[in-house]
């Protein structure tokens, strides 16, 4: 029997040929099976059969590939061909078969009447080996690769009787790969990433994602710590898988897209002084050992050419894998699609069908009956049976596609029919419009458009849309909307009940398969029963006969659990209006009890501090009274009074030297502590004097700081204006030199216009006269100024 493994997208041949096997070595060589080799009965999983009849018989004409040797390429390849022998059984060591190939090393098949003829294989089992390890050199890679997400294949192929089934089912004595590999997946799927309560849902509307939202918030981990008393403990993700398609009348059978929101609130990192328990540490090194992994995927990916990112060292990154590392899941198609796409294929089929069946006509019709066109028809009909059965299959899955749209149809149906209608009109959008898996109708459902909702209790308090605006809604929505803003809990409520409508409905539809699935095995039952009656010898039948009840006894109890399941969703669908506002309050009531507690546990140790105090305070009066009694044998007691300051009891009579300097003691000790408080007053009357002055004189420096700043912009000015008065004296020289030569030059000039001249000059004289008074006036108002400001600067400074 020959096994093949196939790996990943490339699908490579097998280097098969069977037209050719004829003339194939193998073949020839199966046909001398007298002189074979016998192997020993030492098998691992059968120890009576002692030799393989796989090779034994003629080989089949699809045993053995084309080439010869495992050349370098093929060990590239996706493909891998492995041969396991098997020993021979009983019968056939009693009908003297013997066996005419052997396993020659590890690839390597010979043929014993024949050594020069050997093939080469990925991997050759001899008839000793156990299943269990040929699962593990050629199977095992398969299952673990397609754990990663890599398709495989793995199959058996060979004569009847090889061995088949034994290596891919096997029993109980010796499992199959079958078995093997489900086992090792599930073990695979222990090791892997697991987080426990994670749920995917399909969402129906955005009530039914908050409702999910909230279930999650109540689930997860608070805690109080020295910095927070709410400290979130777990991360919550929420992940909103999103699948679009382009819309429009073309836009049928067109690849969808699928791509994923991830939400995060994550937990904080911090530092071990946060906790206030051994557990809070722990949680808060869980903490910070996925928020460094973030940070170092993060800071990988941000490599130009990153290295290994350890995606896999925390749960957070390994969700978060396939958005962090920027690969969206594009382009799977969805059902309309591959309806589509099976309806084109279909179509085809026919027309190759047609075309195949109008060849056999012509080659009917032409009568002839040679050996070619002999072969030609079979080959036609054998494709024509092929497609024929091909397009059952096509139909088949055709027709459970649209049974499965229909109940998703349905199920959206009831999820919207409790929908309000609305009156928010269309957005306008930019760029082309896509149409999502949740309708943008559902959108409308929201509050108002689309938007960021902070719920606060059973009210919304603030409500903003995603550019940031405070809400403008039109006059005929008001009312509307704030219907909705002020109740969004029991908006929320209203939308709550879809859920376990939705719920219901999906029981009801698995309880429905399951009740279909029984009702077909009862009838496969009858038939098999009948064919005992007439067949009992027939084992294989006793042992489908024991399956199939097996089965159905299994499936009636999960319908059992189901009717259990539908009745309990029944109630607490009834329950759910009462129990709305107790689920969202819920989380707080928690916390809150949690904090009681917390509150409770300190109280208690509080009192046990005093208790323990009392104690000790009891236990000191006592030794003292002890020690007066047995040293002075007198009457006097150390108690405290009203104040809680001790005095000695001196009692009545014959107070002793002890008392006496006990008393001067007590005396000493009391004004020492009065000394201290008086002390401690006047320390702390000395502190306040000397925060008092700091403060002044930082106060004061600052004024001194400033004082300059505003000196030197002073000085500036002063120069400036100096500056400017000897510009205007100097013009005023000017001009009066410009007036004396012009009278001395005797230019002629009318006499007007020679008067207005000099009124100019003597305006303009007057005018830079006035100035220069001012800008005087001005400079000795900042001089003054300067003065009075340097002057309180030197008093602040004192003081
Ligand atoms: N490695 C093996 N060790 C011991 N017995 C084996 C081994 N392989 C097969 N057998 C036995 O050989 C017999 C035939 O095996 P099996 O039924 O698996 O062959 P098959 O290839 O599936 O045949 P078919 O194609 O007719 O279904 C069975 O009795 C099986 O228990």
């Known amino acids: 029997m020959a096994m093949a493994s196939t790996q990943g997208m490339k699908s490579k041949r097998f280097g098969f040929n069977s037209s050719k096997t004829d003339n194939s070595p193998s073949s020839k060589s199966t046909t001398s099976s007298s002189s074979s080799k016998q192997f020993p009965e030492t098998s691992g999983d059968d120890q009576s059969s002692p030799a393989s009849s796989s090779v034994r018989s003629k080989p ?35 009908q003297g078969e013997e066996i005419a190939w052997y396993a020659d090393g590890e690839t390597v098949v010979r043929n014993e009447n024949n050594p020069s003829v050997a093939y080469a294989y990925d991997r050759v089992f001899g008839p000793t080996t156990t299943t ?192 962090l590392s920027g690969h969206g899941r594009v382009s799977i198609i969805d059902e309309r699609s591959l309806i589509k796409k099976y309806q084109q294929e279909i179509q085809c089929l026919r027309e190759e069908l047609e075309q195949m069946k109008k060849g056999i006509d012509t080659v009917q019709s032409k009568d002839t009956e040679d050996e070619d066109i002999l072969l030609l028809k079979q080959k036609l009909e054998d494709g024509q049976v092929r497609l024929q059965s091909r397009l059952e299959q096509e139909e088949e899955a055709k027709a459970a596609l649209l049974g499965r749209i229909q109940r998703l149809t349905k199920l959206i149906l009831i999820s919207t029919k409790t929908s309000h209608s609305t009156k928010i009109p269309n957005r306008p959008r930019l760029g082309p419009r896509r149409s999502h898996s949740f309708g943008e109708k559902e959108l409308a459902y929201l509050p108002h458009k689309r938007g960021d909702f902070i719920l606060d209790d059973e009210n919304i308090d603030l409500y903003v849309n995603l550019e940031g605006n405070c809400v403008t809604a039109d006059d005929s929505f008001k009312e509307d909307e704030n219907a909705k803003k002020y109740g969004l809990l029991n908006w929320l409520k209203s939308r709550t009940s879809i859920k376990s409508v939705d719920r219901i409905y999906l029981l009801r539809e698995e309880h429905k398969i399951l009740s279909g699935e029984v009702v077909l095995h009862s009838s496969t039952l009858r038939r098999l029963s009948e064919e005992t009656a007439r067949n009992p010898q027939n084992n294989k ?35 759910m209006d009462r129990s709305g506002v107790s689920q969202v309050k819920s989380a707080d009531i928690r916390i809150f009890q949690e904090k009681l507690n917390q509150k409770i546990c300190e109280c208690e140790s509080l009192q046990e501090t005093i208790t323990t105090l009392k104690q000790q305070l009891a236990n000191a009066l006592e030794l003292i009274n002890y020690s007066n009694v047995v040293n002075h044998s007198r009457n006097f007691s150390l108690t405290k009074d009203n104040r809680g300051e001790l005095y000695l009891d001196k009692g009545d009579a014959n107070f002793t030297n002890g008392g006496t300097v006990l008393q001067e003691k007590i005396n000493e000790i009391e004004q020492l502590k009065q000394k201290v408080a008086e002390l401690t007053e006047s320390k702390e009357q000395l502190e306040l004097r000397n925060q008092k002055l700091a403060e002044e004189n930082s106060y004061a420096k600052g004024l001194a700081s400033t004082s300059v700043v505003e000196l030197k912009a002073l000085s500036k000015e002063f120069a400036k204006l100096i500056n400017y008065n000897e510009r205007l004296a100097a013009e005023l020289a000017a001009s009066k030199n410009l007036s004396t030569k012009n009278r001395s030059n005797g230019i002629v000039q009318s006499a007007r216009s020679a008067r207005l001249k000099l009124n100019d000059l003597v305006g303009s004289n007057s005018d830079i006269k006035r100035e220069l008074a001012l800008s005087k006036d001005h400079i000795y108002q900042k001089e003054v100024e300067i003065q009075k400001k340097m002057l309180t600067m030197k008093l602040k400074c004192r003081v």
């Open 60 to 94: 089949p004409r699809h045993f053995y590939p084309k080439t010869v040797s495992l050349d370098a390429q093929r060990a590239k390849e996706n493909v891998t061909v492995t041969v396991r022998f098997r020993p021979l059984n009983q019968r056939e060591i009693q």
């Open 132 to 323: 269990h390890h040929v699962y593990d050199v050629a199977a095992q890679h398969v299952v673990s690769g397609a754990m990663e997400g890599i398709n495989g294949t793995i199959f058996a192929y060979g004569v009847t009787s090889s061995g088949k089934t034994h290596t891919m089912h096997g029993d109980q004595r010796s499992p199959g790969i079958i078995p093997l590999a489900v086992k090792d997946a599930f073990s695979i799927i222990q090791e892997g990433t697991f987080v426990e309560g994670i749920k995917e849902e399909v969402v129906l509307s955005p009530a039914h994602a908050l409702f999910l939202i909230a279930a999650g918030e109540e689930h997860r981990h608070v805690g109080s710590t020295n910095f927070n008393l709410l400290s979130s403990r777990s991360h919550t993700i929420f992940t909103l898988t999103i699948e679009s398609c382009p819309r429009g009348k073309h836009s049928e059978g067109e690849a969808i897209t699928l791509s994923q929101l991830n939400l995060i609130d994550l937990a904080g990192s911090e530092s071990s002084k946060a906790a206030t328990t051994g557990t809070r540490r722990r949680e808060g090194s869980y903490i910070n050992k996925s928020l460094l992994t973030l940070a170092t995927v993060v800071s990988k990916l941000t490599e130009e050419k990153p290295s290994h990112i350890p995606y896999r060292d925390s749960k957070l990154t390994r969700i978060l894998q396939s958005s």
């Open 541 to 575: 039948i006793h042992v489908e006969i024991k399956r199939l009840k097996d089965e159905i006894k299994a499936k009636s109890e999960q319908i059992g659990l189901l009717e259990k399941q539908i009745s309990r969703s029944l109630t607490a669908s009834v329950n």
